[in-house]
């Protein structure tokens, strides 16, 4: 079991090691709300976190993570793939579902061009060269108007400065 004790940017855990995790409020892709494992929110009086504001060290894999929601919600194609390796995995729950820049490039292209869509990360953990978002998507079918949206786990894998394996996990 985790003990939480704010230190610094993240938590110490009752081992004393120090950890880093941090959320994301529903309400923007991108603005955090300070919380640790067990732990209440720590808002900066700004509004942001207090290891954002003050500079702290946030991971590769974090900035990619944020840069590519990012992207996403710009509807910019180009600015989302080039934040994954040429060679990125893409895993659909535990099955491959492709792999390479240009296979992924092509699996979002129709939609990058013609659906309206968006996500917003309400969670986000970060661990070593991995990140983990508990993301809330929606997208609007530009044929039929019918709009559809979903949780998912989305879980990025560095791989030199780039996501280098994505897998979405239904929850």
């Known amino acids: 079991m985790t003990e939480c004790v704010h230190a610094g940017s993240g938590f110490t855990d009752v081992d004393g090691r120090e950890r880093r995790r941090r959320t994301e ?7 955090p709300d300070g919380r640790g494992v067990g732990c209440e929110p720590r808002r900066h009086p700004r509004g942001g976190s207090r290891r954002q504001e003050e ?8 900035r990619l993570a944020v840069r590519q ?3 996403y919600n710009a509807s910019d194609l180009d600015a989302f793939c080039d934040c994954y390796h040429e060679e990125v ?25 013609r659906w309206s ?8 953990l970060v661990a070593g060269d991995h990140a983990v978002d ?4 929606w997208r609007i079918d530009p044929d039929t108007g019918e709009r559809s949206e979903g949780d998912l786990l989305v879980r990025y894998t560095l791989r030199e400065d780039r996501i280098g394996v994505v897998q979405f996990i239904r929850v």
């Open 25 to 31: 409020a529903s309400g923007s892709p991108g603005v």
């Open 55 to 62: 500079g702290g060290v946030v991971s590769p894999i974090e």
């Open 69 to 71: 929601l990012e992207a």
């Open 89 to 113: 995995e893409i895993w659909n729950d535990r099955t491959p579902a492709g792999s390479g820049i240009e296979g992924f490039r092509d699996r979002y292209r129709d939609m990058f061009e």
């Open 117 to 124: 869509f968006g996500g917003e990360v309400s969670n986000r």
């Open 134 to 137: 508990l993301e809330h998507w």
